[in-house]
């Protein structure tokens, strides 16, 4: 138990570490390519931050596909991971300061939010989430993506830079390289994490969504 506790706590700081290096190379390529602030929180930050969840679930994903009831740390994560940052990440951040957002973000960004809970919602009423309901989540994510690329002309800006070889102190290469090396630690973090938590979950009798709502919660 001492090992599978350890090899948790292994796998949470390696979640940690590899979102850090893969987040930091994306936002110096986003400046590189001249993709704004706002930008770069709404895809490139909240999906890095993200990162940990994303390949702790794909694993879940493979593992419950493979037969093991581990579909709760997914759920929990989830779920965790909204309910702290709508209230406690961002209560915290006005503690420090106040949080302030243009007109134009909150009216474009705000109703995807809620869109994003109702569909959640609405796909797990049955107590599942099937492919197709996987797969059109998806499309609603890269739908959002596309409007925002429309809006901001990232592409435009990319091309610019690329023409252009604005920002040489930043080495694509290097950067993409510890973007990879921080992918490849993230894989090997949520491995850790859901196998040992499973083990745990077992021995104490613990239920699989409180972990990933605990989890998620303090990381």
Known sequence: ????????????LFLWKGSDLTVDASKNLATKFGISHA??????VSVGTSLPEIFTNIYTGLRVNAGAEVSGIAVGMILGSQISQITFILGAAALVGIMYTNKFTFKRDVPMMFV??????????????TRVEGAMLITI??????????????????????????HKEINTAKQGGIALLGLV?????????????????????????LIGIDRKSVV
């Open 39 to 44: 930008v770069i929180g709404l895809t490139l």
């Open 185 to 209: 630690i993230l894989i090997i973090g949520g491995i850790f994490v859901v196998n040992n938590a499973e083990v745990i979950a077992s021995e104490f009798g613990i239920s699989n969504t």
């Open 141 to 166: 994510y890269l739908v959002y993506l596309f409007m925002i690329n429309k809006q901001d002309n990232v592409a435009g800006n990319i091309k610019n830079e690329l023409k252009n070889h604005n």
């Open 1 to 12: 138990m001492i090992i599978e506790l350890f090899l948790m706590i292994l796998g949470f």
């Open 116 to 129: 994003a809970i109702a569909m959640f919602f609405m796909v797990g009423l049955d107590g599942q989430v």
